[in-house]
Every structure is written in structure tokens, then in C-alpha cells.
Nanobody, 125 residues
Framework: QVLLVESGGGLVQAGGSLRLSCAAS????????MGWFRQAPGREREFVAS????????YYAYSVKGRFTISRDNAKNTVYLQMNSLKPEDAAVYYC??????????????????WGQGTQVTVSS
């Protein structure tokens, strides 16, 4: 069983920054890709970013490209999401997610089997 625990959410002013963390346990972290998604009230959960097992390849949603950076530290079993130049429309619950073994982490929800409980990000204008 894979356990994912997010942290780092909070309230920030527009233009500010936050760094989210997701600690993983339950399997060999360095063998798997990881992803971040978000869900705002009344909206569907949407893809934010993904990273491959080694950290050498990343992929971003158009809406966050150039402002957000996904990274990972395999020694710490942790994936990060650095969010800069935050906008009110970035406010949401942010979730980290992991696909099953052998699956490349892409932008589609069905590619992921494991989800964290989420962390709230609020951006004031």
C-alpha cells in the first residue's frame, strides 16, 4: 500500500510563493513517476505537473508552466511543487498522486492509483 501525505499549503497573497511537499511511503519511491493535481470548489480535478522517476523529465499544465516547478528528492521519498507568482485562480486543494508500477505519470486522472489527502492553497487578491 502506498501512503502519500501532502503539506505546505496555506494562505498567500497574489504574486507570492508556496512550496508543497508530498512524502511517500510503502514502496520504492525512486522507481515511480509522480504527479500533482488540484481541485477548486465546483470544478473537476485537474492536472498540474508530473515528474518521472529520476527527475530528469517534467511535464506541466499550460496554466502553470513557467510559474510552478515540480521536483523530487528520492533520498527523502518526497516530491515538491514550488509555486511562484501565484494567482487567485490557483486557489484549490492540491493533491499528489502516484501511478501503478510501470505507468508513466501523465495528465490523466485514470493513470494514477494512489492519492494523498490534499492540502489547501488559498490565494488572496
Amino acid at each position: 500500500q502506498v501512503l502519500l501525505v501532502e503539506s505546505g499549503g496555506g494562505l498567500v497573497q497574489a504574486g507570492g510563493s508556496l512550496r508543497l511537499s508530498c512524502a511517500a511511503s510503502g514502496r520504492t519511491f525512486s522507481n515511480y513517476d509522480m504527479g500533482w493535481f488540484r481541485q477548486a470548489p465546483g470544478r473537476e480535478r485537474e492536472f498540474v505537473a508530473s515528474i518521472n522517476w529520476s527527475g530528469s523529465s517534467t511535464y506541466y499544465a499550460y496554466s502553470v508552466k513557467g510559474r510552478f516547478t515540480i521536483s523530487r528528492d528520492n533520498a527523502k521519498n518526497t516530491v515538491y511543487l514550488q509555486m511562484n507568482s501565484l494567482k487567485p485562480e490557483d486557489a484549490a486543494v492540491y493533491y499528489c498522486a502516484a501511478p501503478p508500477a510501470g505507468v508513466v505519470a501523465g495528465p490523466r486522472l485514470y493513470e494514477y492509483d494512489y492519492w494523498g489527502q490534499g492540502t489547501q492553497v488559498t490565494v488572496s487578491s
